[in-house]
């Protein structure tokens, strides 16, 4: 059987419930904290108060990396889901329950059973600041989430032990879902697999789904990259194509598969703010956009990772000037990235107007068109989706270059496109708009799991 891990913030249950439900499923049961006192010959509070956290979060990751794969039921440390090395251990071949309770339930148990302090706060406080901090690692963790303040250890174990053997969706959910993704165009055997997860009698209600949410989205990656990363992380996922012209209808679809999250694409990104529960600051304060939507108990959390994928390349430009092209969606990410990075911005756009209002959304500089000559930047970022088809032209031509610029083609069909052509010519540094793919899907793994992917398994994964 698939190991089951619980996560949660302490004083969820994750002991107590982990034990009632081991029982019932006749497991060995393991507290990962209990070992760790096992092998150091040491109590949590001596570790802590001897050696301090960082010492802790070694033994921690020490027993968790060598934990059972099989057959076998643990509880985790509250802070275990904050490294990323814990989070591919604890969740390769695994389902995780991520346990949760309101503030007053879990300060009334923790006084009744003292833990080590982890900050020099009161311990309400303690725990609104570290539940705070911790809860996009948290729902990272969670293939199956249950609130646990009103329930008693017995009921909720009973709980567990049904989502684990029959999921969230009703059969009905999952056959309408069904004939939603019969009208689409997924690929053929990727269509058998979903058809094998929403529908057939052996179904594994433990399956989680994924998509990509768009219209047109058949072409994207996503589902090639995600699913080879699913097989590589031996996560119990599987990532479709959610396409259709109704946002409405995708989110109704999203719901009734309990997808775990969607990765959002044109013309959605702005719209799908709207049915979000949460949004994080980036994504709703400044780029006005969502490009990652993730499902965790009962709430919608909204991110965007675009912004992430276009400063990654340009760490090292840090405070140079950037000529940016384009004024339309992604070219909000893309201010949002060049200003991170304390550079001085310059928007040019077709259409002026539009240049001048992001220009003053974003408190930088915006020019006409043809002033670009005499700006002489040290990066140029193309936003626009010249150079893809139907118009294949570049924005600039080779003599608008010098070697000295970075040239950053946002467009990524064809991957090499002819503006990187007429900075390669000229000796430009140059970055391909495949690296904003890459490093946006690491991000947004990230969110969906908490684990790192290096860069080098994306790129070859997408080879
Ligand atoms: P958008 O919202 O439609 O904005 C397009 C922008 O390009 C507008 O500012 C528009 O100017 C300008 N533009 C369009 N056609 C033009 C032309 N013929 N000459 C000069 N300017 C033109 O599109 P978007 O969502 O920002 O996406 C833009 C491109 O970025 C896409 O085509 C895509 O290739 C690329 N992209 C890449 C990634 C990635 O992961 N690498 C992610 C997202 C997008 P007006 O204001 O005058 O209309």
């Not at 071949?93 to 020099?120: G, Q």
């Not at 996560?235 to 969607?262: C, Q, S």
């Amino acid at each position: 059987m698939r190991r089951i891990v619980f996560t949660g913030f302490r004083g969820t249950g994750k002991t107590e419930i982990g034990i009632r439900v081991a029982q019932q499923l006749n497991l060995p049961f393991i507290d990962t904290d209990a070992l760790i006192e096992q092998k150091s010959g040491r109590s949590i509070p001596d570790i802590f108060h001897e050696d301090g956290e960082e010492r802790f979060r070694v033994w921690e990751r020490d027993v968790i990396a060598t934990l059972p794969t099989l057959d076998v039921v643990v509880s985790t440390g509250g802070g275990a889901v904050l490294d990323p090395v814990n989070m591919e251990y604890l969740r390769s071949d695994s389902v995780c329950v991520l346990l949760s309770a309101d503030i007053d339930t879990i300060e009334e148990r923790l006084a009744k059973k003292p833990r080590p302090a982890l900050t020099a706060f009161p311990l309400r406080q303690e725990i609104a600041e570290l539940r705070d901090r911790r809860r996009h690692a948290y729902r990272a963790s969670s293939d199956f989430c249950l609130d646990t303040t009103e329930t008693t250890p017995d009921s909720a174990a009973d709980r567990v032990i049904h989502l684990l053997k029959n999921g969230i969706s009703t059969e009905q959910q999952l056959a309408t879902a069904f004939a939603f993704f019969k009208t689409g165009r997924i690929p053929r055997p990727a269509f058998s697999s979903l058809e094998k997860i929403l529908i057939s009698p052996d179904r594994d209600p433990q399956t989680r789904i994924l998509g990509v949410a768009g219209y047109p989205c058949a072409h994207s990656q996503s589902p090639r990259l995600f699913n080879a990363l699913f097989e590589r992380y031996h996560l119990n996922y599987h990532y479709t194509w959610f396409e259709d012209p109704e946002l409405d209808e995708i989110m109704d679809v999203a719901r009734a598969v309990d997808a775990k999250g969607l990765s959002v694409t044109i013309p959605f990104k702005h719209d799908v703010i709207e049915y979000c529960d949460e949004i994080d600051e980036h994504a709703a304060q400044q780029i006005g956009a969502v490009n990652t939507v993730l499902f965790a108990g009962g709430s919608m959390i909204g991110h965007n990772t675009d912004w992430l994928g276009i400063r990654k390349p340009l760490v090292a430009k840090k405070g140079a000037k950037a000529v940016l092209l384009g004024a339309g969606g992604v070219a909000r990410a893309a201010v949002y990235a060049l200003l991170d990075l304390d550079m001085n911005v310059i928007i040019l756009n077709r259409t002026p107007e539009k240049a001048q209002a992001i220009a003053e959304r974003f408190g930088c500089a915006w020019a006409p068109w043809d002033a670009f000559d005499k700006l002489k930047p040290d990066v140029v970022v193309n936003a626009t989706p010249l150079g893809m088809q139907p118009d294949t032209r570049s924005p600039l031509k080779s003599d608008q270059l010098n070697k000295d610029m970075t040239v950053f083609d946002l467009v990524y069909t064809p991957p090499v496109t002819p503006l990187i052509e007429n900075a390669r010519k000229v000796g430009c540094e140059t970055i391909t708009g495949t690296e904003v793919f890459v490093q946006q899907a690491r991000e947004q793994f990230y969110i969906f799991f908490g684990i790192d992917v290096p860069e080098t398994i994306v790129r070859e994964l997408l080879t």
